[in-house]
């Protein structure tokens, strides 16, 4: 074999490692998704800081649940409707009851003002009105 064949069974192999892993991946994120969806609880959440990096625009955020702060992150660079949320501003967050790092900030559901506090286990349903199809919409596009 020259050394150009060598090269392009290397490339070949790469790209083909590549698409699988970005194929699992999505297979990963997917699952993480759904699971959210059926185990979710609702817990509210505060807005600690916004990332602009090369490629990776996200805000990160923190709540309570079983009395243990989680942290999270928002990532806006595909949503960019969402780049304008506010720095400690209160927003209600869906996570996964069994695994409680496993969450999603709700950018589109700011905390009201008279709801200041939630249980340490979370709400099974949001303390508000909301139209749970928005809440799927958001989580299939996400």
């Known amino acids: 074999m020259n050394p150009s064949y ?4 290397i490339v070949v192999i790469c790209i083909i490692g590549f698409l ?6 999505n297979i990963y994120a997917k699952n993480n998704r759904q699971n959210l969806y059926k185990n979710k609880k609702y817990t509210i959440g505060i807005i600690t800081q916004r990332r602009t990096e090369t ?6 955020y923190s709540y309570n649940v079983y009395n ?6 928002f990532s806006f660079l595909l949503k960019g409707k969402y780049a304008n949320l506010k720095i400690d501003h209160k ?3 869906m996570f996964d009851s069994l695994k409680p790092k496993n969450s999603v900030l709700l950018p589109f559901l700011p ?5 200041t506090s939630a249980p340490p286990e979370g709400w099974k349903e949001l303390p508000i009105s909301v139209d749970k ?3 799927r919409k958001f989580l299939e596009d996400y």
């Open 6 to 9: 060598k090269d392009f069974i």
């Open 55 to 60: 490629r990776s625009d996200y805000y990160r």
């Open 68 to 73: 243990y702060q989680q942290n999270g992150r």
């Open 20 to 25: 699988i892993f970005g194929y699992c991946w």
């Open 111 to 115: 905390v009201p003002d008279s709801i």
């Open 91 to 93: 927003y209600f967050i």
């Open 133 to 135: 199809e928005e809440i």
